[in-house]
């Protein structure tokens, strides 16, 4: 064991010298271990070598090549470049008897009113990414992670594309099946597994084991006098998930059968569609494996990557006699939901922990889920979360849900630490407080050494959409977990950094659908409404002559925003509803709330002001209406919130809408017969915020979230005490919105609010108070890639050089 | 009431008395009207009346209505009176009184009870058809012509694809005199009234096309003349040559069509000189089919025998015909639209995907489905080229797939209110009406004017640059130029 830390410590050194990217779910840090002595140039050389193998596991290198099956008049809208043809993919006969089409990009549009769609449904979430899921038609995607997290749950290429076929009414493109084939012959096929503090590589196929054994790097890695091991694969059937397995909880445990048996079923759909023996089942569920040298699991995953086997990472935690064990479990009286179970199920499918990312609406319980997987490991857990108020609500979150004593619960953030006392526990930091690199206090030098001397369990990844590939790399690479799991509401798509997640941390194991956990009562039905307020000629033309960054304040302060705001307040507070208002400009949020005269929170605000006026918005029936800046988007916790009112934004962030949306899906009156949630997002007209919203609400409309768009309100003018009615209000606020301009000072405040962010750890926005790079979602629609390619600065070595790679295959080609 | 017969009834309406007289000679004319034209109430009427010998007295017939059903029992008798078939005889000695007209009563009665040698219901032809063709050959025939013809329209070249004839100079040039397409240089472009027309039912499209047929006779009838000439030559010939087509012989003509038998061949002997004439531009339409302009025989098609059917016989005989043109789409609703904007349609006609290009963006084609999305920029193209906000929102509804009929209301509302918030956006001109002054000789006699206008409060905008001003009244103006002082001139 000695001898180990040694080496782990030598990785976390090279993993600071180096900024190389490490795609492939293994063990980043000792692949940095091995490289650390190597020469100087061969990092790059290595990068051209993954950048080659990854891009021969992209369907771009699997062209779809048919010409169109039908010649017409209408064929020439379907030219190719961005328009796609595929009238060469002949209908079955049968074909209203099923629900799919398969385009040759992988796309994959489900009729969601099919009689098998619900079964589709599961089958589709497992092998690829939902693209978009309103009311009548879902598209999915097939992409290389998607499949990989297929595999990595045990299904095999040839299921796939059997299942698929059923499924299809249009013919399978070659191309495509040979894409699956592809990338199910690469992944999954070889695991590194840690058991009884012993590195074995593992395999069900007797080929690739012989391959790998006489591959010249991997063989004499091989620890000798180790017998090669063949055992049958391990089911589920010995474990429990934390949660599930109170007996004292029957309702539970039938739950759990229930899954079990609804798994099965749709396995019996897709395998009896094949109407083959099982012989070649049994023969795959024997597992073949062999030891290797701790020193060389480095070597060993890299050359995996390199012969396009990368190696999945998997968690024996039961056999795992090395770590003590933690005194966790859930509380008799928590209980977990059916999807929240799902997702979990995929992490713990065969026995082992999976690392991998589940992905939940805000509001769903992603806690929750973090907090069972850390009483079904039961080993020392670290938490990374976002902030450290944040941070302390997982704290919160893990004495309230489950059996751990407080005392086992560390915080490390910029304004608490403290050590547990036994020999493992659970440790919350956030991520600004365990990648900060520069001079550290002797206290947080010792919780660095503490978090990283030790072995963990399991490492709880919070939020991880919005922490930067370079953050992952050095938490990961620092501190050494066994298995990972990511929890995020809004996964990125089509974005480099998302590339980074999956090879970082794992594959997307779940990703739950709004709409149905709305329809179960899960989260809360929103109705989202676009109040367009149309903008005075005299303020108009002011904001035509102010530059870019004055032109929001002109917007945010549009006399009739004000009033639709007002209006809207009256009306959802004459309804008993709690109303929540946000402004990313903290003068407007001033301006705004001094006004109507509400309490409003800020960067600036002090802590005991902050407690007291939460308080006072959860408690009192005399306070409705709270003004929140940015720092409200996340992670203050307010169920009682039942309306939101969006006065600025920020931009064209998806993220912060869904966030945003997030405050009220978790409203405690979700679930009274009928209850509505209400967001409004006001907007000025003909302003760079009507461009924005529509940008910003394009992920939750792929969700099926429909917005209304109200141009005016009935009887607003009949508003008690409506504000700025006469047009010498208005242009006295004109003046004073000028002379603010001129005078800078409302700067003063917005600096105060980052700099709040920023010592909150806050890592939805940069130093600057804009969006932290990564925040820009790409949700798979060109516009939304455009921007990601503006706004996002350079990007890793590894995907430079994999851009450069591809651009000099097109230029080839 | 369908859009056809509206449209239909405003030509006829335009018709002087003496056209309807002889119109009405005709029993095949007659009984059409009757058939196509009423409604039931005046249907009713009219069968009361057929074999009254004496008058109606107007209080008689008034009280076979009941008195909650004046209004329809006004509008029937006006449309009778309108179409001049039914008339109040005026007797000094005895009340009011209503009677039919005579061509038309005994045009009717031989219509229904056959007899006579007028000959208006087609003569079948007595010989066999050596190149007989079927009811399948004609409905394909039909529908390719016709189909062409829509897909000029939405802008669809058409050329040797299938599903899509090359559509005949005379129609383009009807099409363009119907204001149904605007020729933007080389580009044809569908007109507002043009998307409207696709819109309407295939019968209601036909009638529409025939009345304009009606109303540029001669021009389209001499563009055949000159379609091997240059298209710009003949043209400028077409005020030259007036053709005397007849209005009583085409309109005779049509009706005679709608009372004829589908598969049945008909012999052109009794055909006066126009109709003969007719036949080559019917035949571009594809409402009758003849082998070549030499023969002596032709058939009409299902468009021409159903274009006088009554209302409900119509709908079910142009449903089974759109059916055809749909070429296996689902004819009761094909079209998704979704939250988020995103457009799926269920069909594989190149014609409907070409009305969904005109404001929508399609993006993938399926063998039996196409995908899309509608977006701020495709619904702004579509408004530019004069498309309605409202014309797409009924297009989606009418054609909505069953799935999205199960919803109240069909379409989602967010939709529905951005399709028309779109078109809002762009209408945000107002404009005044006014008079433009300019070229002004001198800046002092600008100056003095303008500032007069402004005095006198009509000056709406000016241009001292320019020296150009806008007025809303020019009456005090010219006032003002007649009576100021004459300096030095």
């Known amino acids: 064991m000695a001898s180990k830390r040694k080496a782990t410590q030598g990785a976390v050194k090279a993993s600071r010298m180096s900024r190389i990217s490490t795609p492939g779910s293994v063990t980043p840090r000792r692949i940095e271990s091995d490289y650390s002595h190597g020469p100087s140039g061969l ?5 051209t070598i993954i950048a080659q193998n990854v891009q021969k596991l992209d369907i771009s290198s699997f062209p779809y090549m048919l010409s169109p099956g039908i010649i017409d008049s209408a064929s020439e809208y379907f030219q190719p470049g961005q328009k796609r043809d595929l009238t060469a993919l002949k209908l079955k006969p049968d074909h209203h008897n099923r629900p799919l089409w398969i385009d040759g990009w992988g796309k994959l549009t489900l009729e969601n009113f099919h009689p098998l769609a619900p079964r589709v449904q599961d089958f589709l979430t497992t092998i690829a990414e939902p693209t978009s899921r309103p009311a009548f038609l879902h598209e999915y995607r097939l992409t290389t992670h998607s499949l990989y997290a297929a595999v990595s749950v045990g299904l095999n290429p040839k299921d796939i594309i059997r299942t698929l076929k059923l499924f299809l009414k249009n013919e399978m493109p070659p191309n495509v099946i040979a894409y699956i084939t592809h990338c199910g012959k690469s992944y999954g096929k070889v695991k590194i597994v840690l058991k009884s503090n012993k590195y074995f590589v593992e395999t069900a196929d007797p080929a690739v084991l012989q391959m790998l054994l006489k591959d010249p790097e991997i063989g004499p890695c091989r620890v000798q006098n180790a017998e090669e091991i063949t055992t049958s694969v391990s089911t589920m059937a010995g474990l429990a998930i934390a949660g599930t397995k109170d007996a004292a909880d029957m309702r539970v445990a039938e739950r759990v059968e229930d899954q079990v048996e609804r798994n099965s079923r749709v396995e019996e759909v897709y395998y009896a569609a094949l109407g083959e023996d099982d012989d070649e089942d049994d023969v795959q569920d024997a597992l073949h494996a062999f030891q290797i040298e701790d020193e060389k699991v480095g070597t060993v995953a890299q050359r995996c990557l390199a012969l396009l086997y990368p190696a999945l990472q998997e968690y024996d935690f039961r056999n795992d006699y090395i770590n003590a064990n933690l005194e966790i479990d859930l509380r008799p009286a928590t209980q977990i939901r059916p999807y929240q179970e799902q997702g979990l199920s995929k992490m713990f499918g065969n026995g082992r922990a999976k690392s991998g990312i589940i992905v939940l609406p805000c509001g769903a319980g992603k806690t929750l889920v973090g907090v069972t997987a850390a009483c079904t490991i039961k080993k020392g857990v670290v938490v990374l979360a976002t902030s450290n108020m944040s941070a302390i609500q997982w704290k919160n979150e893990f004495v309230k849900w489950s059996s751990i004593n407080p005392d086992n619960i560390a915080i490390f953030s910029s304004d608490c630490k403290s050590l547990f006392t036994g020999n493992s526990g659970i440790i919350i930091t956030t991520y600004s407080m365990a990648t900060n690199s520069r001079e550290r206090a002797h206290e947080s030098a010792n919780m660095i050494k503490f978090l990283q001397s030790r072995e963990w369990g399991l490492m709880l990844l919070d939020e991880v959409h919005v922490v930067p590939a370079e953050m992952f790399r050095s938490v990961i690479g620092t ?10 509401a809004t996964l990125l798509r089509e974005d480099d950094k998302i590339e980074d997640l999956n090879f970082l941390i794992g594959p997307k194991l779940y990703e739950a659908n709004w709409m149905e956990l709305s329809q179960q009562g899960h989260i809360a039905t929103v109705q989202c409404a676009e109040v367009w307020c149309p903008m005075s000629t005299e303020f108009y033309e002011e904001y035509m002559k102010a530059n870019a960054r004055n032109r929001s304040l002109f917007c945010v302060m549009n006399p009739s925003k004000f009033q639709a705001c007002q209006y809207l307040i009256n009306y959802h507070e004459n309804r008993g509803d709690k109303i929540i208002v946000f402004s990313d400009s903290v003068y407007a949020l001033e301006a705004y709330a001094r006004k109507l005269m509400r309490p409003y929170l800020y960067g ?18 005399h306070c409705n209406t709270l003004f929140l800046s940015k720092i409200g988007d996340t992670s203050l916790d307010l169920p009682e919130a039942t309306c939101l009112i969006q006065i600025s934004s920020q931009y064209g962030s998806r993220r912060q809408e869904a966030q945003r949306l997030g405050r009220i899906l978790r409203a405690k009156r979700r679930s009274e017969e009928g209850f509505n949630a209400f967001f409004y997002s006001l907007v000025s007209k003909d302003t760079v915020e009507m461009v924005f919203s529509s940008r910003r609400q394009a992920f939750l409309a792929d969700q099926g979230y429909a917005f209304k768009v109200i141009t005016h309100f009935k009887n607003i003018e009949k508003t008690p005490d409506l504000a700025f009615a006469t047009p010498e209000a208005r242009h006295e606020l004109l003046q004073k919105v000028i002379a603010e301009l001129e005078s800078k000072s409302w700067k003063q405040e917005e600096e105060r609010e980052s700099a709040a962010l920023l010592a909150d750890g806050n890592l939805f926005y940069g130093p600057d108070g804009k969006p932290s790079r990564t925040a820009v979602s790409g949700a798979g629609d060109r516009s939304a890639k455009k921007i990601v390619k503006r706004k996002s600065g350079p990007h890793s070595d590894f995907f430079r050089s994999l851009r450069r790679e591809n651009e000099r295959r097109k230029k080839l080609a | 009431m369908s859009t056809s017969s509206l449209r239909s009834f405003e030509y006829l309406e335009s018709l002087p008395g003496t056209v309807f007289k002889r119109l009405y000679r005709q029993p095949s004319t007659a009984l059409a009207i009757f058939r196509r034209m009423l409604p039931h109430l005046a249907k009713s009427f009219v069968m009361a009346l057929l074999y009254h010998s004496h008058p109606l007295p107007v209080a008689d017939l008034e009280q076979w209505v009941r008195p909650d059903s004046r209004r329809e029992r006004d509008q029937a008798l006006s449309l009778l009176e309108r179409l001049h078939i039914l008339s109040i005889v005026l007797n000094p000695n005895s009340p009011r009184a209503y009677a039919l007209t005579n061509p038309f009563k005994q045009s009717l009665r031989l219509a229904l009870t056959g007899g006579g040698d007028h000959q208006s219901f087609g003569v079948p032809c007595d010989t066999p058809d050596k190149h007989s063709v079927d009811v399948d050959f004609l409905d394909d025939f039909a529908r390719a012509q016709w189909e062409g013809i829509l897909h000029y329209m939405v802008g669809s070249t058409g050329i040797g694809m299938q599903g899509g004839e090359e559509v005949s100079q005379g129609v383009k040039k009807l099409l363009e005199l119907g204001g149904l397409v605007e020729i933007k240089g080389r580009r044809v472009e569908i007109t507002q009234a043009g998307f409207s027309f696709l819109l309407q039912e295939i019968n209601a499209q036909v009638w529409t096309l025939l009345i304009f047929y009606l109303e540029n006779a001669e021009s389209v009838s001499d563009m055949r003349r000159f379609r091997t000439l240059d298209p710009f030559r003949s043209q400028a010939n077409i005020s030259v040559c007036q053709l005397n087509m007849d209005p009583v012989d085409v309109l005779s003509f049509l009706f005679m069509l709608g009372s004829l038998e589908l598969g049945q061949d008909y012999s052109l ?47 079910t005989v ?32 190149p014609l409907q995907i070409a009305v969904l290009a005109l404001f929508s963006r399609l993006s993938t084609r ?7 999305r509608i ?6 193209r579509a408004i530019q080229t004069g498309i309605t906000s409202d014309q797409i929102i009924s297009y989606l509804g009418t054609h909505a797939h069953p799935q999205m009929r199960k919803n109240v209301p069909v379409l989602p509302p967010t939709v529905v209110d951005q399709i028309r918030l779109w078109q809002i956006e762009g209408e945000r001109m107002k404009a005044t009406g006014g008079f433009l002054f300019k070229d002004f000789v001198t800046a002092e006699e600008y100056d003095n004017l303008a500032n007069y206008a402004d005095e006198v409060g009509v000056l709406v905008w000016r241009s001292d640059k320019r020296r150009m001003f806008f007025v809303t009244r020019h009456e005090q103006i010219a006032a003002y130029l007649r009576n100021r002082p004459k300096k030095l001139t």
Not at chain 1, 604 to 619: M, P, S, Y
Not at chain 2, 282 to 296: A, E, M, T
Not at chain 2, 320 to 346: C, H, P, Q, W
């Open chain 1, 43 to 47: 990092p790059d050389q290595r990068n």
């Open chain 1, 479 to 488: 501190i050494k977990s066994h298995a990972k799991l990511g929890l995020t």
């Open chain 1, 604 to 621: 600036g605000t002090g802590n005991a002001e902050r407690q007291e006026i939460l308080d006072l918005f959860r408690n009192s029936q």
């Open chain 2, 269 to 315: 002997t009794t055909l006066t000189p126009t109709q003969v004439k007719m036949l080559d531009d019917l035949r571009d339409f594809g409402i009758v089919y003849q082998r070549k302009s030499s023969s002596r025989r032709f058939y009409p098609t299902r468009l021409a025998t159903t274009l006088t059917s009554d209302a409900g016989a119509l709908r």
């Open chain 2, 318 to 349: 142009s449903a089974g015909f759109d059916n055809a043109l749909r070429a296996g789409g689902d004819s009761k609703g094909f079209i998704v639209i979704e939250t988020n904007y995103r457009i799926y349609a269920y069909t594989s006609s």
């Open chain 2, 366 to 372: 399926y063998p039996n489905m196409v995908a899309g």
């Open chain 2, 375 to 380: 977006s701020r920029e495709s619904i702004r």
